[in-house]
C-alpha cells in the first residue's frame, strides 16, 4: 500500500527516516555495486516521490524549499539513491508545464499509486550535452514513432515509465513518455562510473517505439515566458551534493573520533582533541553549513518566482532570475563542499583512512562523479554577470 502525504512537515519526516535506513547499507551497495531494488520500492511506498502533485489532484504540493531538503536527507544516507528520484522530479515538472489536464490527472493518478518515473534525456553522440538527435516522427492515424540511443538513464531500470527528449518534425523538444517494456525499448544496465555506482545510470535503445499522442508534451513551450524550469532540475542536482558533503563530513568526523592516532607533538590522548585538527574540521564544516544555508536560500527563491509566475506578477521575470541566480550559487558551493570535503577529511584521519575496507573514498568518487553533470565554472559566470552587469541568466534548461 503506498502511502500519500499530506504536508510538508510529513515529507521531511518521511525523508529523515529513509534517509537513515539507506545508510545502513550504503557502503556495501557501493563497495559490491548492489542496486537498490528494495530500497527503491521502499521509496516509492512511502509516498515521497508524490510530494509535489497539486493539491488539487490529491498531492502535498510541498514547497520547493522542502523538496530540496528531503533530497538532502536522502543523499546524505545514499546518495545514489537520492539521485534516482531527481529526473522522477524533473518530468513531473515538465508535466506541470505543458501537459493537458487530462495528461496530469492521468500521470498524477499514477505517481501516487507508487509509479516511477525514469528519464531518456542524454545522448553521448550529439554533438553538445544539450543537443538530441532522437526524433519523433508522426506516423498516419496520429501516432509517432521513436528510435535512438540515450545514455546517463538513471533510474531507467528502476522505472515504470520511461520519459524520452525527442526532436520532432519542426525540431521542436517534445517529451514522450513511454511505459517500461514497450516493444521495441532496451533498457541496459552498463554504468561503470567511479562513484554514483548504483543509480542505474545505463544506456536505454529505442527502436522503432509507438508513442501515441497523448503520451507527448510539447516541451518546447516551456521557455516561452519566464520560467524556473531549469532552475528547478540543477536545485536537485544541489541537494545531492550538499548531502553527499554532508555524508562525508559525518562519516569523516566518526573515523576521527574512532579510528585515528593523535600526532605526538599535540600532546593529547585523541585525535579530536588536536587544536589543528579541531580547526581544519570546523573549516569544512563551515563549507556544508554554508551550502546548506545557501539551499535554503534558493528554495525560498524557487517558493516566491513560482508565485510570481502563477499570478502573473509584473516582476515575474526578476524573480524568475534571481530564482536562477539563487540555484546557481548553491550549485556551485555544493560542488565545492562536496568535492573538497570528501576528499580533505583523509589529511586529518592518516593512513588508516586509505584502507579498503572503511570504503570512506565513496564519497569523494559520488561527488566527484555527481558534480561533473554540468560545470561549476558557468554557475559562477552566470552568478558574476548577474551582480556585475545585471544580466538575467539564459532560458536554456541548464541554469
Known amino acids: 500500500m503506498v502511502n500519500v502525504i499530506a504536508d510538508d512537515a510529513e515529507a521531511l519526516a518521511v525523508a529523515a527516516r529513509l534517509g537513515e535506513r539507506f545508510a545502513e547499507g550504503a557502503s556495501q551497495r557501493d563497495a559490491q555495486r548492489i542496486l537498490p531494488e528494495e530500497e527503491v520500492e521502499e521509496l516509492s511506498e512511502s509516498g515521497l516521490l508524490g510530494i509535489t502533485v497539486p493539491a488539487r489532484h490529491g498531492g502535498a504540493e510541498v514547497s520547493h524549499r522542502t523538496l530540496g531538503a528531503v533530497f538532502r536527507l536522502l543523499a546524505a544516507g545514499d546518495s545514489s539513491i537520492g539521485q534516482i528520484p531527481q529526473n522522477h522530479f524533473f518530468f513531473l515538472n515538465v508535466l506541470r508545464h505543458n501537459a493537458t489536464e487530462e495528461q496530469l490527472a492521468f500521470f498524477h493518478a499514477e505517481v501516487l499509486a507508487g509509479k516511477r518515473f525514469g528519464n531518456a534525456l542524454a545522448e553521448a553522440g550529439a554533438k ?119 555524508a562525508a563530513l559525518r562519516d569523516g568526523g566518526a573515523a576521527v573520533r574512532e579510528l585515528s592516532r593523535p600526532w605526538w607533538e599535540a600532546g593529547v590522548e585523541r585525535t579530536a582533541d588536536e587544536p589543528l585538527v579541531v580547526q581544519r574540521f570546523g573549516e569544512l564544516a563551515l563549507r556544508v553549513r554554508a551550502a546548506g544555508a545557501l539551499l535554503n536560500e534558493a528554495g525560498d527563491a524557487l517558493d516566491a518566482a513560482r508565485r510570481a509566475i502563477d499570478s502573473g506578477a509584473a516582476d515575474a521575470e526578476d524573480r524568475a532570475a534571481e530564482a536562477s541566480v539563487a540555484v546557481a550559487a548553491v550549485r556551485a558551493q555544493a560542488d565545492d563542499a562536496a568535492v573538497s570535503v570528501s576528499s580533505e577529511i583523509f589529511a586529518l584521519i592518516g593512513t588508516r583512512s586509505a584502507r579498503t575496507g572503511r570504503n570512506l573514498d565513496r564519497h569523494w568518487r559520488n561527488a566527484r562523479t555527481h558534480t561533473l553533470h554540468d560545470p561549476r565554472r558557468w554557475k559562477v559566470q552566470h552568478l558574476g554577470n548577474y551582480e556585475l552587469n545585471g544580466i538575467h541568466p539564459p532560458r536554456n534548461g541548464i541554469v
Open 128 to 246: 553538445t550535452a544539450h543537443a538530441f538527435e532522437t526524433r519523433l516522427v508522426e506516423q498516419p492515424g496520429g501516432d509517432f514513432r521513436i528510435s535512438g540511443t540515450k545514455n546517463y538513464t538513471t533510474g531507467a531500470l528502476f522505472a515504470h515509465w520511461i520519459p524520452v527528449f525527442a526532436i520532432d518534425g519542426e525540431d521542436r523538444v517534445n517529451a514522450a513518455f513511454v511505459p517500461a517494456g514497450a516493444d521495441g525499448l532496451t533498457v541496459l544496465d552498463d554504468w561503470d562510473g567511479i562513484g554514483q555506482r548504483t543509480t542505474a545510470s545505463g544506456t536505454v535503445l529505442l527502436e522503432d517505439v509507438r508513442v501515441p499522442p497523448e503520451r507527448v508534451v510539447p516541451h518546447y513551450r516551456t521557455f516561452d515566458g519566464a520560467e524556473i524550469f531549469g532552475a528547478f532540475g540543477q536545485y536537485l542536482h544541489a541537494a545531492i551534493d550538499v548531502g553527499i558533503a554532508d
